[in-house]
C-alpha cells in the first residue's frame, strides 16, 4: 500500500509550469530553422550562407526573450503555442531569404521598380517588432479580462482601421492598405483581433438574452432585434468595407468569426443555419456584381484555361509549383516556384513550401498550423470565464478559417482570395497581429491553467493536522 | 459552453483535414499531370539546366554549351559553323524549342533518356555533375563541307549516302541559317527568328529532307531499272522499240527531246547518254502506271523516310496515261527530294542493294559509353545484281561521254545522271539542276550523291543539270574518296 505523503487539506496540488518543455521545444524550433537556413545557402551557393550566424543569433534572441518573458509573466501558459510559431517564423524567414536569391524575382523587382531590395531583413526586423509586441501583451495585459473595458473601444477602433485604407491608393487591385511614410500596415489583420475581442465582450454580456428571449419560428430561435442589431451592424459595416476594399479573404474571415462565437456564445445550432443563410445569399449577391470576384472563380474553375490566362496564371504556376514538390520535395532552394513572380513570397509562399519541402514538408507545416489550433481551442475549453472562452475560441478560428482560405486558395481547393499565411508569408502587419495574437492565447491559457490561489488559512486546520513522528 | 466548443473544435480539424487531403491529392494523385503540361516551365529549365551533350561529327563535336547570364536557363547551345550543319542538327532554343536531331535526341543530349538511367543513378551517388550524352553522327566534314561551299550562294541541296551502309555522309540545304542566333530567349533572339521566317528565301527549311522537286531526267535512272526488271529489254545496247517522233499516248502532241539527239530506237545505253525523253517516256508507258509504281516504290517513293530526321514522302503518282508518261521522264507530278534521288543512285551503286539510310551511328553516355550503335539494314532491293551493272555501265557512260562529263574524276569510276526539271505553268519558271551520281572504288562504292540546284540561269537544256549540279556532286564524291585514304 502506497503511503500517502500529501495529507494536507489545503492547496491545490501545483499543475506543472512546463516551462522547461517550452524551452526544449524553443531549442528544437530555432534549430530546424538554423539548419534549414544551411540547407538554402548549400543548395544555392555551394557553401554555408554568410548570414547564418546572424539568423541563428537572432532567432535565439528573438526565442529566448519571449520564452523568459513567459517563464516570467505567464509561467502556466500552454507550452506548445510559442514554439509552435516560432517555428513557423523562423521557417518563414528561411523561405523569404530563400526567394530573395531568386534571379527571376530580382530582375522583375528591377525592371518594374528600378530597384530590387531584399525581404528577408526586413521580415526578421518585422518578426523581431513582432516579439516586441508580444512581449508588450504578455508584460501589459497582466489578465485577459481586462480587454472586456474595451469592447466598444475596441470596435471602434477596428471600424476605423477598416476604413482608413478606403483614403489610400489601391495596390494590386485590392485596398487594403494604408502607407505611412516607408511603411504600409495591413489594418485588416489586426482588425482580427479587436473584432474578435468586441464579439466576446458584446457576446458575453448578451449571450443569455440572444439564446432565451427569443420568438420561436419554425422551429428556430429569432432572437429581438436589440440584442442582435448591434452585433449585426459591425459585421454587415465590416463586409462592406471589405467588400468595397475587395478584399474578399477578410470578409470571409470575418463573417466565419461571427458565425462561430455567435455559435458558442449562444449554443443554439439555428444560428449555424442563419450564418449558413447568410453567406449563400452574400457570396451569390457579391458575385453576381463584382467582376474581381467572378473572375476568380472562373480562375478556380479552370485555372489553365487559354483565354484566362493572365488572370489564372498565377494559381496555375502555384498548382504546377505543387506538382513538382511531389512527394518529399526538390529541397529547400532547389526548386522553381518563383514562376509565382508576384507575391511569390506573401500570399503564395505555401507553394514555396509544397515545392520544396514536398508533400511532406507541407503536411508537416499543416498540422503544425492544426496544432496551434488545437492549442488555442483548448485554451478556450480550460479557461473558466465566459469572455476567456469566447475570446479564445474566436482567435484560433479566426487562425484556422485564416488558414484554411489561404491553404485552399492557394491549392485550387476554393476561389484565391488572398491573405497571408499567419508567420509564414511576408509582411509586418501580418507578423505583428500573428504574434499579438499568439500572446493573448497564451495569457488566456496562462490564467486557465494557473492553480487556484491557497485559500485564506483557517484557523480550524491546525487542530485537525495529522502530526507525524 | 464547452459543447459548441467542442463541435467547433472538430470544425477546425475538418478545416485541416480537408487542406490534408487537398495537398495529398495535388502532390501525390495529380504531380504526373501538372508535371508535364505545357504550361510548366520546368521542364525547358530542367532540359537547359546542364551542359547539353553534344553531337558530334568525325569525332569532333559540331555543337557546344554556353553558359548564359540573366536567365533562369544556365546554359544556351551554341553550334560550330552553324549553317553549314544546321540541316543535319536543327536547332535548339530556349524559347522557341528543338528541331531534327536536336529534338529527336533530346532525352540522350539532356541526359533524361530511360537508357541513362542508370549513368543517372550513378552521378547522383559520386557527386557528379549531370551532363548529357552524345550523338555521333554518321556525317563526313569534308564531304559536307564541299558541298556546303559547292552550293555556296546558289538555292538548293545536296544529300550524299555511303551505298554499302545507307550511312548519310553530307546534308546540305541553301540558303541557311545560323541556329546560334536564336538559341537564347531574349527579344533578340525572337526577331533574329522572325527574321529568318520572314525571309522569302525560307532559310530554315531543309531542302535535303522536307523540299520535294520534279527530278527530271534523273529519275530516267529509275525508269531504266523498272525496263530492265520488268524484262522490257534486256540488254542495253540492244535496239530500242522508240520511234522519233513519239506521241504522247492520248494526246494530240509529241513528247520533245531537247535539242536535236540521236533518239530514234536508240538502245538504253545511248538514251540514257543523251537523256532521250522519247525513249523513257514510251518505257513508262509500255510498263503502265501500276509497274512503274511498284518499281518507284522499292526505291523509296511514296513513302516518309525517318533517318531519324524525318524526310518527306517522295511522290510517284498514281496516274493516266499521258500523265504517267511524262511521270517515268520526272516530270509531271512526279517528285522526290534530294535524299530520295540520292538513294536511287546508292542502290545502282550497290549492286541493287538499297540500304536504309540513317545519320546517327551511335548514342554515348556521359561517359562515352556507347548505348546505342547503329546496325546497317537492307530497305529493300530495287533490281537485280545483274541489272544494276547494266545500269552502273549505262549511268558511267553518261559521265565518261555523255550529259555528265563535269563529274568525271581521275582515277575513279563515276557513274551518274545529269537532270533538269521543268518548273512552274508551261515551264514558265527557271528549271531545277539535278544531279545523281556514285563513284566507285576497288572496294565497290563509297558514296552516292544527289544535288539539286534550284536558281538555275536560263539555260534549258540537260547541260545545266551537268553544269551547275555535277561539278557539286564531284566535289563531294572526291571529298569522300579523299578522306578515305
Redesign the interface.
Known sequence: MSVVTNTTTIGAIDAPSRRNTELMMMVFAIAISVFAYANVGLAIDGKLPSGMFGYGAGLILLGGVAHLVVRKFAPYADPLLLPLATLLNGLGLVLIWRLDQS??LI?RAESQYGAYSPDAPKQLLYSAIGVAFFVAVLVILKDHRILQRYTYISMAVALVLLVLPMFFPAVNGAKIWISLGPFTIQPGEFAKILIAVFFSGYLMVKRDALALASRRFMGMYLPRGRDLGPIITIWALSILILVFETDLGTSLLFFGLFV?ML???T?RTSWIVFGLLMSAVGAVGVASFEPHVQSRVNAWLDP?AKATWAQSEQL?QS??A??????LGTGLGQG?SD?ILFAANADFILATV?EEL??AG??AV??I??LI??RG?RT??AARD?FG??LA?GL??AF??Q??VV??GV???IPLSGMTMPFLAYGGSSVLANWALIAILIRISDTARRPAPAPAPSPDAEMTQVVRP | ?????????I???V??L???V???Y???V??????S?D????VR?ERYAHERGNIIVDGNPVTGSVETK???FKYKRVWKNGPMWAPVTGYSSQAFDASQLENLEDGILTGNDDQLFFDRTLSMFTGEKKQGGNVVTTLNGAAQKAAFKGLGSKKGAVAALDPQTGAILALVSTPSYDPSVFAGNSDKDSKARKKLLDDKDKPMLNRALRETYPPGSTFKVVTAAAALENGLYKGIDDKTNSPLPWRLPLTTGDLANEGNIPCENASLREALRWSCNTVFGKISDDLGNQKMIDEANKFGFNKEIFTPVRADASVYPKDNRPQNAMAGIGQASNRATPLQMAMVASAVANDGKLMQPYMVAERQSPSLDAIYTHEKEQFSQPLSGENAQKLQQMMETVVENGTGKNAQIPGVTVGGKTGTAQHGLNNSENPYAWFISYAKTDSGSPVAVAVVVEDSQANRDDISGGGLAAPIAQAVMKAVIDSKK
Open positions: 534571379q527571376r530582375q462561430v455559435y458558442v456564445a449554443e489553365f496555375a498548382l504546377m505543387f506538382g513538382s514538390g511531389g512527394t522553381h514562376l509544397g514536398g508533400l507541407m503536411m499543416l498540422l498550423y492544426g489550433v488545437e481551442v478556450a475549453l465566459p472562452k469566447l475560441i484560433s478560428g484556422a478559417i488558414i484554411f491553404a485552399g491549392m485550387g481547393l | 459552453m464547452n459543447k459548441p466548443l467542442r463541435r467547433i473544435a470544425f477546425c480539424g478545416l485541416i480537408a487542406l490534408l487537398r495537398t495529398n495535388l502532390q501525390y495529380r504531380a504526373d499531370e501538372l508535371n503540361r504550361e510548366n516551365r520546368r529549365i540573366g536567365s533562369d
